[in-house]
């Protein structure tokens, strides 16, 4: 077989030409417009080259509480959605009957539209002059107050942010992991039982190794997608993120180039080449951790 055979370049070429045109020239083009001070969008010009738009998004007390935001988004809902689903995963792989009837109900959130599931989380949350909430009904039944989870504290509106983005990606997860777990090969556990083991010596030593690269990738696409976070929080508190102090670095990048803060492209080509060296520098420290453990 020839290894350099130019038909298959041929073959290649729209799928270049596609990440190229889409993908890499607006990454560079993000990368250039990051260094250019004082860009002018409608007459295409600039004041200078250097650093000031990165000083002036790292000072920026928007961008700050947008970083603290979306650190606070990864850092609680990545692992919680993934061991969520890990266990729920695994507790349908022990069910026979209805196993596909409880798999098709755990996927239906991933296949609802994000406003309409966040619609719901404000009717269940939201505190109004008539009602105070499905959710602080429930929490009067123990004796505590009603709490304001969509206009109140910030340890509230976060709480309901977490919740909602963790309601969102663990049905995905489910059905993969599910698919993990059933791709395992059944002899192992046969032995592992003759054997005596005991289930979570079975889970440690067998079910964990063999879906762990199924793990890795879950948790790398689950901190990218964090990251990314901005509809989640659309969906909850509206378009104008920043006053209600629930603004991810997305949506600091939007509000730059068309929210009320709107054009300064420089501002936000900093913001999102920021973005990208933290999501680059968090993979590569997954991968080199998960490349230790194996």
Excluded: H
Excluded at 216 to 244: C, E, P, Q, R, W
């Amino acid at each position: 077989m020839e290894k350099n055979n130019p038909k298959s370049w041929l073959y290649l070429l729209p799928a270049i030409l596609f990440l190229g045109v889409f993908l890499v020239y607006p990454l560079i083009d993000v990368f250039v417009y990051s260094f250019e001070e004082g860009y002018n969008f409608a007459s295409q010009t600039y004041q200078g080259v250097g650093l000031y738009n990165y000083s002036y998004v790292l000072r920026d007390p928007y961008f700050l509480q947008a970083l603290k935001n979306t650190f606070l988004l990864v850092i609680i809902t990545v692992p919680l959605s993934t061991g969520l689903a890990l266990l729920i995963s695994l507790g349908l792989s022990s069910v026979k009957a209805l196993r596909q009837l409880f798999q098709t109900v755990y996927f239906l959130p991933y296949v609802t539209n994000t406003l309409a599931v966040g619609l719901v989380f404000m009717i269940l949350f939201k505190k109004t002059a008539y009602t105070d909430g499905f959710i602080n009904q429930i929490l009067g039944w123990f004796g505590i107050g009603a709490v304001d989870f969509m206009d109140g504290p910030y340890w509230a509106k976060m709480f309901v942010l977490c919740l909602y983005t963790v309601w969102i990606v663990m049905p995905f997860k489910i059905l993969i992991l599910t698919s993990a777990l059933a791709s395992v090969n059944q002899e192992y556990y046969n032995a592992a039982r003759v054997d005596g083991t005991s289930s979570l010596r079975i889970f440690a030593r067998i079910t964990l190794p063999m879906i762990s690269p199924t793990l890795v990738y879950l948790v790398i696409t689950g901190f990218i997608g964090a990251f990314k976070a901005y509809s989640d929080a659309v969906a909850l508190f509206g378009t104008n993120l920043n006053a209600a102090g629930m603004n991810t670095i997305v949506g600091y990048v939007y509000d730059m180039l068309y929210g009320n803060s709107g054009g300064y492209p420089s501002y936000a080509s900093a913001a999102a080449v920021l973005l990208f060296w933290i999501v680059l520098t968090v993979t590569c420290l997954n991968l080199l951790v998960s490349g230790k453990r194996n």
